[in-house]
């Protein structure tokens, strides 16, 4: 317990990991992370689900305001692999939607998006960092 001054842990999955384009699934995003390594010598486009299929994911109770956060890591050292991040129907992405492949030092090679529902099945994806 926290206030006995224990750690507290949760269980975790292994990041899922993308070695092409793909259309993302909600458990995927929900899972909570993502691994891309392109390996094709160009970008990759990883795509959210539509903003139905992601309220699909979700207790009845979902309302307007709530959020999930999501992180895509670029595991490439390659230059030009590069990953973009695209949003499904009902979606939208605010910030820098590239994340940039790990291939020099000092690189941000991770993508960390909150996703706020604004009801009606409309998602807006925000990049915090």
Excluded at 22 to 35: P, Q, V
Excluded at 100 to 106: F, H, L, T, V, Y
Aim: hydrophobic letters at 40%.
């Amino acid at each position: 317990r926290a206030d006995q001054g224990a750690a507290y842990l949760k269980k975790t999955a292994a990041p899922t990991a993308k070695t092409t384009s793909a259309t993302l699934t909600a458990a995927e995003m929900l899972s909570g992370w993502i691994t891309v390594n392109q390996a094709g010598g160009a970008t990759s486009t990883q795509t959210t689900p539509t903003g139905t299929q992601l309220v699909a994911a979700f207790p009845t109770t979902l309302a307007a305001g709530d959020s999930f956060d999501f992180t895509i890591i670029n595991i490439s050292t390659v230059a030009a692999e590069d990953a973009i991040i695209a949003f499904g129907t009902d979606v939208t992405g605010v910030g820098n939607l590239t994340v940039n492949s790990n291939d020099a030092i000092g690189t941000q090679s991770q993508g960390t998006f909150r996703f706020r529902y604004s009801g009606a099945n409309v998602w807006i994806a925000y990049r915090l960092f």
